[in-house]
């Protein structure tokens, strides 16, 4: 996650917090990304034996209100797409994103592109 986000210079300008846990063959990656835009990206994964389990990305303006969020917490089973769906505008979407890198690619489009 770490690399991942090293790797947008176009869009990370500053990486307020970054954790790296491991237990066994757990391993969990949290970060607080300050965008170019002002906005910040929290992420959070849970990887278990070197598979992708929980993910939660969270895409906040500079006043802590939600903009987007994906995840796959298996709480909305109405979404095509379960249990990975995004959050927007208090409603429930279905979503394509699976990854980190996923994000990142969307966010560089949606803020670089104004």
């Known amino acids: 996650?770490?690399?991942?986000?090293?790797?947008?210079?176009?869009?990370?300008?500053?990486?307020?917090?970054?954790?790296?846990?491991?237990?066994?063959?757990?391993?969990?990656?949290?970060?607080?990304?300050?965008?170019?835009?002002?906005?910040?990206l929290h992420a959070n994964e849970v990887w278990i034996a070197g598979e992708l389990q929980k993910y939660a990305y969270y895409w906040l303006t500079p006043t802590d209100n939600v903009i987007r969020g994906w995840d796959n917490a298996p709480h909305h089973p109405e979404v095509e797409t379960f249990p990975h769906h995004m959050h927007h505008s208090g409603a429930v979407y279905s979503s394509t994103?699976?990854?980190?890198?996923?994000?990142l690619i969307l966010l560089d489009r949606s803020i670089n592109r104004e």
């Open 1 to 40: 996650m770490l690399a991942d986000l090293q790797a947008h210079p176009d869009l990370v300008v500053h990486i307020l917090r970054y954790e790296h846990q491991v237990r066994n063959t757990i391993e969990q990656f949290k970060a607080v990304a300050q965008l170019v835009d002002g906005s910040r």
């Open 97 to 103: 994103i699976r990854s980190f890198q996923d994000i």
